[in-house]
């Protein structure tokens, strides 16, 4: 089976002439493209001057699109590509010819209220006023702003931060690319492909490729190899995030942008943790960002914690229990960029990290046989009890494109997904990984912008599925191929490389093929992902498994047969149904001209959009309020895809759901859904219906596809919670934020059934 005729890169087979006439295209359109994500110039603008269309597709001009026909032959590549540019450079490099580097796990201070901290951390944003760069407000010299972008007063204080007053602190950076110096793989070097910790690691995609430059990748800490912080229930965090980025918005290299929100993305705290696309913060500012990191409903259920299995792993190997339902255990979780349209970009340009939270269910030790730990593949933590990562191995899948000389490329005018060629894993391209012969639990985050992976052995060997977006399954579910991995999606895998001999390799293959970025094209087999007939460049093989070892000591891990169950929600009733449809040829009401799209409460124009309840189907506005169940309550929500040609992978911040039925069936739920989930892939025409309760915190949330780049363009809605008591306003004020403080407005809209 052959897929030759449907590529979206030019073929590396392609004349030269013809690549050469590609390559100055994409640089006359990279031009456009910086114009247009520093502000210069906007999307309607290009659309007068006819140099994109309404959907965002580059117009058909010679000399702008890299595949507009042209005099000479393409070379069998095919006709159009979503990066808008030729093949990524690969300067010579071979697959699998480099390391794949573990997680760099980042350091946890113990007294953020007593020292850890500077300034120490405070209930309501710290409205200390420092000078602010010219270049935040249009070269004006003598004004002031906060040091922290949190929105001021009681709204949007933290929650609960007496209660859960923050015992870690984990502080980090968002800043421009730099060497990394102070790596911490938490693992001995001979368990993490022998890279020496100690040698510093610039930033590059492989070690052949070209040192990136300092505005072409805005990652944590400006370096790789991509963060890691862990956290247990029962301990609060307080995660500062500075801004370190160019306060002159120009200084991007060509796509990005410098103010930022960050998500914790499915974490269960209040609505001023949750990153929500409007509370965004500038260069120069930090946020204090409160995890509690509570079980769901702590407030109601288990409330005088006796239960062990709602517990947290103490440090001596024993448990501390906590409040709530041990049912809602969280284990596998990330972060990222939730800046309002800019989220494909801040995410690409490195705007990500990983979340492992431990308790005493999933401790992380396989050693403590205590009869509530389930002793998942881990290894020993040595007396620690818990938090241990020697076969606990975390994988960020994404995939990246270059331009000529090797820096990162994105094309912002790709409104229906945006699509690399070149497949990572950790930020690392098709890099091998050395492991021993024993069971390792791998937590696989798919972290692209558009793309969906699908994925098995090269061998056809079984994987065991333990986890779906972050939660333990009922039970563990036995695959040679996973299902579909949605953006954003995390999947758990046991792998039992025993089976192998020393020596022996096998690889990881990717099996879903794009054409473009509105949803997959087709799910191959293994033989034909392995064919090499793909035109899609990142179908086959992207990492290698190398097995050089038998373990140390034995292999004490298990599998067990059941894990988390589902909780019971029966005896809830259900007070209210909705309908969310996710569509194109969405509308904005509310905006008169196209400054109103960037200005306000941030109207955003762009053709996709949501429907609420039959309503009319509306792009993204953080100032519209959509739905606003009630505090305790239950509700049903029916997601519907709005057409046959796209997918989306919808995320609903903050409460977690559990699948009923798939168009409209349970029996159409696959055993892998059956767990709690916090993303729902539609399929194409198809629907989700889930159900969930309310409860714990309030604030403002949202609900968008995670396909970013659907999402900034304007796939999103707001809905609220609140408790029915002060500060919580019904309906609550939206903040605008500026350099200077952030105001608030009222809100634009309120949809006939929000309440």
């Known amino acids: 089976m052959s897929h030759n005729d449907d590529g979206f890169f030019l073929s590396e087979k392609s004349s030269k002439a013809r690549l050469r006439e590609a390559e100055d295209a994409r640089k006359n359109r990279a031009e456009i493209l910086k114009a247009y994500s520093q502000g210069k110039v906007s999307r309607r603008e290009l659309m007068k001057w006819g140099l994109i269309t309404t959907g965002g597709l580059l117009a058909p001009i010679h000399g702008l699109n890299p595949f507009v026909s042209s005099a000479y032959a393409s070379g069998g590549g095919g006709s159009t590509i979503p990066t808008g540019a030729p093949p990524s450079p690969t300067f010579g490099v071979q697959p699998f010819s480099t390391p794949m580097p573990r997680f760099d796990v980042i350091a946890r201070g113990n007294n953020p209220l007593g020292g850890d901290l500077t300034p120490t951390p405070t209930a309501q944003a710290n409205q200390t006023q420092q000078p602010l760069d010219p270049a935040l407000v249009g070269g004006q010299t003598g004004l002031t702003g906060p040091i922290e972008g949190r929105p001021g007063g009681p ?97 991007n290299n060509g796509f990005g942008r410098n103010t930022i929100s960050t998500h914790e993305h499915n974490g269960h705290h209040g609505a001023e943790n949750d990153g929500f696309t409007g509370a965004f913060f500038f260069p120069n500012q930090f946020y204090d960002y409160h995890w509690p990191i509570v079980l769901a409903g702590f407030r109601s259920v288990n409330t005088d914690a006796t239960d062990p299995r709602a517990g947290s792993p103490a440090d001596n190997g024993g448990i501390n229990k906590v409040p709530g339902d041990w049912r809602e255990t969280m284990s596998t979780h990330w972060f990222h960029d939730h800046m309002f349209t800019f989220t494909s970009q801040n995410v690409y340009k490195g705007n990500a990290a990983m979340f492992n939270i431990y308790s005493a269910l999933d401790r992380g030790d396989e050693t403590v046989n205590d009869g509530v730990n389930l002793r998942l593949p881990s290894g020993s933590s040595n007396g620690k009890g818990w938090g241990n990562l020697d076969y606990d191995v975390n994988l960020m899948l994404n995939e990246k494109a270059f331009d000529a000389s090797g820096q990162l490329f994105m094309d912002i005018f790709q409104f229906d997904g945006f699509l690399g060629d070149l497949m990572c894993v950790n930020l690392t391209y098709k890099p091998f990984f050395e492991v021993e012969r024993r069971k390792y639990r791998f937590r696989i985050l798919n972290a692209s912008v558009s793309r969906f992976f699908k994925y098995g052995l090269s061998d056809g060997s079984p994987m065991i599925q333990i986890a779906n ?38 690889w990881m293959v990717n099996t879903c093929e794009h054409r473009d970025g509105k949803k997959p094209s087709a799910d191959l087999t293994l033989a034909q992902a392995l064919s090499g007939t793909s035109s899609d460049p990142c179908v086959g093989k992207f990492l290698e498994f190398r097995i050089v070892r038998d373990p140390a000591t034995p292999d004490v891990s298990q599998v067990p047969n059941v894990l988390i169950p589902n909780p019971d929600l029966s005896s809830i009733p259900v007070s209210r149904e909705r309908t969310f449809t996710f569509g194109s040829g969405a509308s904005q009401p509310l905006a008169a001209s196209e400054e109103t799209y960037t200005t306000g409460a941030g109207n955003q124009a762009g053709p996709w959009g949501v429907q609420t309840d039959n309503g009319k189907m509306l792009n993204a506005s953080w100032g519209r309020i959509s739905a606003a169940p009630g505090y305790g309550t239950r509700e049903v929500w029916t997601l519907q895809n709005g057409g046959g040609g796209w997918d989306h992978p919808i995320h609903i911040h903050f409460e977690e759901g559990q699948i009923l039925a798939r ?10 859904e059956k767990g709690r989930k916090d993303v729902y892939r539609l399929r194409p025409g198809g629907s989700v219906t889930l159900t969930m309760q309310f409860r714990d915190w309030g604030g403002m949330f949202m609900e968008h ?51």
């Open 663 to 672: 168009n409209g069936s349970a029996s159409n739920v696959p055993a892998w």
């Open 469 to 506: 977006d972050g939660n333990l399954l009922p039970t563990p579910v036995v695959q040679t191929l996973s299902d579909e991995q949605g953006i954003a999606e995390r999947y758990d895998w046991v792998i039992d490389f025993s089976r192998y001999n020393i020596g022996d390799k096998v």
């Open 155 to 251: 709204i949007w204080a933290h929650q609960g931060f007496t209660d859960h007053a923050p015992q870690v602190s984990v502080e980090m950076s968002q800043a421009q690319a730099q060497t990394n110096t102070v790596y911490n793989p938490a693992v001995a070097s001979n368990l993490n492909s022998g890279i020496d910790p100690t040698s510093p690691i610039p930033l590059k995609f492989h070690p052949g490729f070209p040192t990136q430059n300092a505005n072409s990748v805005w990652t944590f800490n400006g370096t790789i190899p991509p963060k890691l912080v862990i956290g247990r229930y029962g301990e609060p965090i307080l995660f500062r995030h500075h801004n370190r980025l160019p306060a002159d918005v120009t200084q």
């Open 705 to 755: 596809c995670h396909n970013t780049v659907h999402e900034d363009n304007a796939m999103l809605v707001r809905w609220e919670i609140d408790n029915g008591g002060a500060p919580f306003l019904r309906p609550l004020p939206t903040p605008v934020p500026t350099p200077q403080g952030v105001g608030f407005v009222a809100p634009d809209d309120i949809a006939p059934t929000a309440f």
